[in-house]
């Protein structure tokens, strides 16, 4: 080496704490283009996971208004029923797999380090990759519906002998694409939790110890458990499903001595808790955005944070209640009866706690808390049938009937999406620095909310008469709740036109947003709106109080003021 | 330039604001709770067919051959020593011992896979042989292909520690991947007691 050269940097790309840096991916663009690149810029992650998964969202919403459509009349009369099971399989999978999860992945992204004072990810680049997977798998899923035979009509469930079947004997089927696509995104959302809690262990703000931490931190860490616990259990089971539909294995078929009742082991012992990885985030934004827009401490904070980890451990010993008329023993049916329903316990305390916050509160009804409290309304509701379907006689008669598919809509829609959709109002202005229009997201609630009563409710009162789910045509007997349920469904589509449209004019025009719009507490309404690159970068605050001091006149961080004007002067420029 | 430069410190370090440690490993701990997850599911599967399958052993197969797969299987183990040597000599900035010790290991995990690959090809029967040849070589690939990703993420340790500047003592890459290759020694013996002693 030289004198002349300057001290050179030594080899950075070999340094392991390089892997830490933030963005080390030299030259990203800082215009719209940076979504369609590989950024490892956690809150670009984000919002590249949240225009994909709502992407989806119309996808997945486009599949249920064909099945609607098919079901406003009793016969199987605008598509016939192997495509309509295409039609269900593709909805359910595209809904889970590619909205919802990632979705949450992008409040997670977006909310988990500037609520900790984080400066991004703890693996930024196994953050982008976990990302990047997402449109990969979305491509795979969609790619069947142009193999021969079209997309797997097993259900997203895919339960064994069905799914492996291959009549056609093509290797490229639509049930391989599906197990591919949903092992990617089981691979994808295991590297997303060990960043997740990795982070929330590691990289919070001085002073910020658990009991100080927001409640969608909480949630998170208790889903993300959910998912390294579970999804492995399901991708092991996916495998075996692989093997034995293009391989050849017996794992699952009775002839070779297998038993496809192991199958139903693997998926539900993931795929019931993966109800609680989406529920739980949600429970976060719940408890986020009832103290902002009721002016009032989180009632029972602590009881709230270790209901979320009471939670994640009844959800894994549940799964079994999905299997009560398949066979299963009756000491092993009352067994997951008793512990389905202690689920009801955290999940009620949580409910509790937002009433409790609520009461005498002086509430600001935003179009956010409008979702939030439509959430949790539904939620109850969901709840109720949910103890119902938990108990063996009354799941025996109703397990597969319209009562099953009502009811974990109301979960899944009525509840997970209405709290996305809060997330999304309340959170807006934080990242992209613009307000969203308040008027066109109350059109947005008011369709949404009569939309999912009338096509939820009727469900469940034809699934009490008994109509049988996964059914293309159907007694002419439940033709009026049919009509209703469609009615409602063309009417959340119609709903999704004020919310995209909210979505683009304001993100392209609308009002500058101040750093804290809604006057919430939290380490993020302490940045500019949008954040800096790494939030607070060298100048971390020390927290010095718990997240929901409302009212109670004490500061959240030593020398709040300071981070509050450097917001305010970084917002009033340009 | 020495090959055991510190690290630069331009590079910013973050998440040591909060007094916390390198987070490489909390991460890569978390990863293999995950992983192990994967094979107690496929254990389970395992032992639920072997308890109560109609149709275990295909026909014609009486049991497996333990004696050779043990001596592979001690090879494997003590592996789990001599990376420990390995790591011990590089936290004592020993570079040169280091990288003979972390040979070794390569070298003893290459014999133990191609023992897997030996046994495998003389097995009388294969991966569509019901459900007892699916299990069998569904774990012992799934558990071979750890061990071939050990191994190939030891060359990739190695080659690094050749570039210099960047071998500080105790690299979090080393430790990560001896924890790995001990993780997947550990899974080893479970699966050995579970496949080969478990055969009545």
């Given amino acids: 080496m030289t004198s002349t050269t300057p001290a050179p940097a030594p ?41 994909t998964a709502l992407f989806f969202l119309l996808v997945g919403g486009l599949l249920s208004m064909i099945m609607r459509g098919e079901l406003i009349t009793p016969a199987a009369d605008l598509v016939d029923p192997s495509v309509y099971n ?41 953050n982008a990759a976990a990302f990047w997977m997402v449109p990969v798998f979305g491509v795979i899923l969609m790619a069947s ?41 089981g691979i994808s959302s295991i590297m997303g939790a060990v960043n997740f809690i990795t982070t929330i262990i590691r990289m919070r703000a001085p002073g910020m110890g658990w009991f100080r931490m927001p409640i969608f931190c909480w949630t998170a860490v208790a889903a993300q458990a959910i998912q390294l616990i579970g999804l492995p259990v399901l991708t092991a089971g996916a495998v075996l499903l ?73 959800s894994l010993i549940v799964w079994v209640h999905h299997m009560f008329y398949s066979g299963t023993p009756q000491w092993m049916r009352n067994l997951f009866m008793v ?14 706690a937002w ?20 959430g949790v309304f539904n939620f109850i509701f969901a709840g109720i049938t949910g103890i119902m379907l938990a108990t063996v006689p009354v799941d025996i008669h109703v397990g597969n009937t319209y009562f099953v598919v009502g009811h974990f809509h ?9 709290g996305v959709f809060a ?19 109350k059109l947005h609630f008011l369709l949404t909310f009569i939309g999912s009563q009338l096509t939820f409710l009727p469900m469940h009162a034809a699934g009490l008469l008994g109509m049988p789910r996964r059914v293309a045509s159907y007694d002419p007997e439940f033709a009026f709740a049919n009509v209703l349920a469609s009615l409602g469904a063309f009417l959340l589509g119609v709903a999704t036109i004020p919310f995209l449209l909210n979505l683009v004019s304001s993100w392209v025009r609308g009002e500058k947003a101040p750093p804290n719009p809604w006057h919430a507490i939290g380490l993020e309404w302490l940045l500019p709106s949008p954040p800096p690159a790494e939030n607070f970068e060298h100048d971390v605050p020390t927290v010095v109080s718990g997240p929901y001091g409302y009212g109670l006149g004490r500061p959240l961080v030593e020398h709040e003021e300071r981070y509050v004007a450097k917001a305010a002067k970084a917002g009033a420029t340009p | 330039m020495t090959s055991l430069n510190p690290a630069p410190t331009e590079v910013p370090v973050h998440g040591e604001h909060a007094g916390h440690g390198d987070h490489t490993l909390t991460g890569f701990v978390i990863f293999l709770l995950s992983e192990s997850v994967i094979f107690l599911a496929l254990f389970a599967g395992y032992a639920i067919y072997k308890t109560s399958s109609p149709l275990w052993l295909p026909p014609g197969v009486e049991g497996l051959e333990v004696a050779m797969p043990l001596r592979f299987t001690v090879v494997l183990v003590s592996s789990s020593g001599v990376i420990y040597l390995a790591e011990r000599a590089l936290h004592r900035g020993r570079l040169r011992q280091f990288r003979a010790w972390w040979l070794l290991t390569m070298a003893m995990g290459a014999v133990f896979l191609v023992g897997q690959g030996l046994e495998w090809a003389a097995l009388p029967f294969g991966l569509g042989d019901g459900v007892y040849g699916a299990s069998f070589y569904l774990l012992t690939g799934f558990h071979g292909l750890h061990v071939l990703t050990g191994v190939l993420l030891m060359g990739l340790m190695l080659a690094r520690s050749f570039r210099p500047g960047n071998y500080d003592a105790g690299s979090v890459g080393v430790t990560a991947v001896s924890l790995f290759w001990h993780f997947v020694d550990v899974i080893w013996v479970v699966l050995f007691a579970l496949i080969y002693v478990w055969q009545r």
């Avoid at chain 1, 950075?12 to 030259?27: I, M, Q, T, W």
């Avoid at chain 1, 670009?44 to 996971?49: D, E, P, S």
């Avoid at chain 1, 993966?274 to 739980?280: G, I, K, P, Q, R």
């Avoid at chain 1, 512990?339 to 509790?352: S, Y």
């Fill in chain 1, 423 to 441: 997330g999304i109002y309340h959170w807006f202005p934080k990242f992209t620095g613009r307000m969203m229009y308040e008027g066109l997201g």
């Fill in chain 1, 339 to 352: 512990t389905t329903m202690l689920i009801a316990v955290p999940t009620g305390i949580k409910v509790f």
């Fill in chain 1, 145 to 185: 519906f142009l193999v021969p035979g079209g997309p797997s009509g097993a259900g997203w469930w895919a339960y064994p002998p069905q799914s492996i079947q291959n009549p056609l004997g093509h290797f490229l089927n639509g049930q391989f694409l599906w197990i591919l696509a949903v092992a990617l995104s």
């Fill in chain 1, 242 to 314: 692989l093997f034995d539909l293009s391989f050849g294995t017996s794992f699952y078929r009775p002839e070779g001595g297998g038993d496809p009742m192991l199958y139903q082991h693997f998926f539900w012992f993931y795929s019931h808790p993966a109800v609680y990885v989406m529920v739980l985030p949600v429970f976060g934004i719940f408890s986020e955005l009832f103290p902002v827009y009721a002016r009032k401490p989180l009632f029972g904070y602590h009881v709230v944070a270790i209901a979320s980890f009471a939670i994640t451990f009844l």
């Fill in chain 1, 11 to 51: 080899a950075p790309s070999f340094d392991p704490r390089v892997l830490k840096a933030p963005h080390p991916v030299p030259g990203a663009p800082n215009n719209w283009r940076r979504f369609l690149s590989f950024n490892t810029d956690a809150k670009v992650i984000g919002l590249q996971y949240m225009i």
């Fill in chain 1, 355 to 374: 009433i409790g916050t609520l009461w005498g509160g002086k509430l600001r009804l935003t179009t956010a808390m409008l979702f939030c409290l439509g």
């Fill in chain 1, 410 to 418: 109301t979960v899944i829609f009525s509840t997970i999406t209405y």
């Fill in chain 1, 86 to 126: 295409g039609l269900y399989t593709m909805h359910g999978t595209v809904m889970l797999f590619l909205f919802l999860f990632p979705i949450l992945n992008g409040f997670n992204n977006l909310l988990i380090p500037p609520m900790i004072g984080a400066p991004d990810m703890a693996f930024p680049r196994l």
